[in-house]
């Protein structure tokens, strides 16, 4: 990490030197090598926004709680709701008292403790009185000005730092300019990320009954740096009345906590059903002459087939010099490219090629299922395996 920092010092003094910096971060090779030799979820970091000084968003000023209290107080909720579904994941606060927080130092704990989760939480507001629902967020650029407007108002958080401008290297999170390096940026947990997004806005939207404005990419700075999938969530409009009312009941609180939780407990699923056969490396060094397997392109689709996605980008990434010779394919989806490898009809197979995966720089890639040309759950894929077999 030391190399990054200091090229970081080196390269940030001017706008060619940021893009120069950006260009580095968008080759997977430049992954921090810190990773786990397998998904599963053992820590996750719960970031709840704001905090002392800072209050965020004071809503309409007819209660005393305001965004940091709230945003605590559905962070703590959600953080005891996995904790007993889950005792022996390990749940680390930024914080679990009304104190203020850098935003630097909320991405460096959950760096710092290699976690496998980052779930920063919010309350959402606006001079119109009017716009209501629940939001989540994964970075990204975005071209819609309230997404960025909103990105913008959560970064402002830097203003009540002491020389913000020389600790985030002259970033002002109300430069359109600043924002530059974050359009270069490729983040590796990008599709993890919008996983478990998908699956707690399905859970606001059909559970907790709640609006919903869907899932959403904005460059959020705190998420930026995150080393892991990484959401940002606004629980609902604290400047409008009826969501105020709703936020500041136990009730409510325990609507939006308990549909994040449900919503993580999809994705652990997921994940943990992705883990079901690990292999290590040594499984891999006795195969040495194995290659990876061309996609095919006539699929039988009465079979569940296995790929193993190496990541998901904001551009092509198949001219980059880290993709020649993969036979990857890629996809393209809402503006995000996905790029898979491997064509298989077991998963110990793909388990393989997953491995070999992450051996040449690409940290993040998993195996995922597709059954008659759709995409399934991993646990999807078992059940449906076991139940032919």
């Known amino acids: ?15 060619l030197g940021l893009l120069l910096l950006a260009a580095l971060f968008v080759n997977p090779l430049f992954a921090d090598d810190k990773k786990k030799k397998n998904n599963k979820i053992r820590t996750i970091v719960i970031d709840p926004g704001h905090g002392g000084k800072d209050s965020g968003t004071m809503g309409t000023k007819r209660y005393t709680q305001y965004e940091k209290h709230i945003a605590l107080d559905i962070s703590l909720k959600l953080g005891n709701y996995i904790k007993e579904a889950f005792p022996k994941i390990e749940i680390i606060y930024t ?55 909103v990105a913008m108002r959560e970064n402002s958080v830097m203003y009540l730092e002491d020389n913000f401008k020389e600790k985030y290297d002259g970033f002002d999170p109300k430069s359109p300019e600043s924002y530059i390096v974050f359009s270069l940026m490729q983040n590796t947990f990008l599709d993890q990320s919008i996983s478990i997004a998908e699956k707690i806005e399905d859970e606001f939207a059909n559970r907790a009954k709640r609006k919903s404005r869907g899932v959403k990419q904005a460059p959020f700075y705190v998420i930026s740096r995150a080393n892991m999938p990484s959401i940002l969530i606004e629980a609902g409009f604290l400047t409008n009345p009826k ?77 980059e010099k880290s993709f020649m010779n993969l036979n990857a394919y890629e996809e393209i989806i809402n503006g995000t490219y996905k790029y898979y490898v491997g064509n298989a009809y077991n998963k110990a197979s793909a388990d393989i090629v997953k491995i070999k995966m992450r051996e040449k720089g690409f940290k ?24 032919n077999k």
């Open 1 to 15: 990490m030391s190399k990054i920092i200091n090229l970081y010092h080196i390269f940030s003094r001017n706008a």
């Open 95 to 149: 914080r679990k008292t009304d104190v203020f927080l850098e935003l630097r130092e909320r991405t460096e704990l959950a760096n710092e403790k290699n976690a496998d989760l980052f779930i920063s939480v919010h309350c959402d507001g606006f001079t119109n009185p009017n716009p209501s629902g629940a939001s989540v967020f994964v970075m990204g650029m975005s071209k819609l000005k309230a997404n960025m407007d």
């Open 243 to 319: 969501e105020e009312d709703f936020l500041n009941t136990e009730l409510g609180k325990d609507h939006i906590a308990s549909a994040i939780f449900r919503g993580f407990r999809r994705y652990k699923e997921s994940v943990d059903g992705a883990n079901i056969i690990e292999l290590d490396k040594s499984a891999v060094k006795e195969k040495e002459i194995i290659k990876i397997p061309t996609l095919k392109k006539e699929i039988n689709t009465s079979k569940v087939e296995y790929k193993v996605q190496i990541g998901t980008y904001l551009k092509s990434m198949l001219s």
């Open 364 to 387: 993040g890639a998993f195996v995922v299922a597709f059954y008659q040309d759709k995409r399934i759950s991993m646990q999807e894929a078992l059940d449906l395996q076991t139940k």
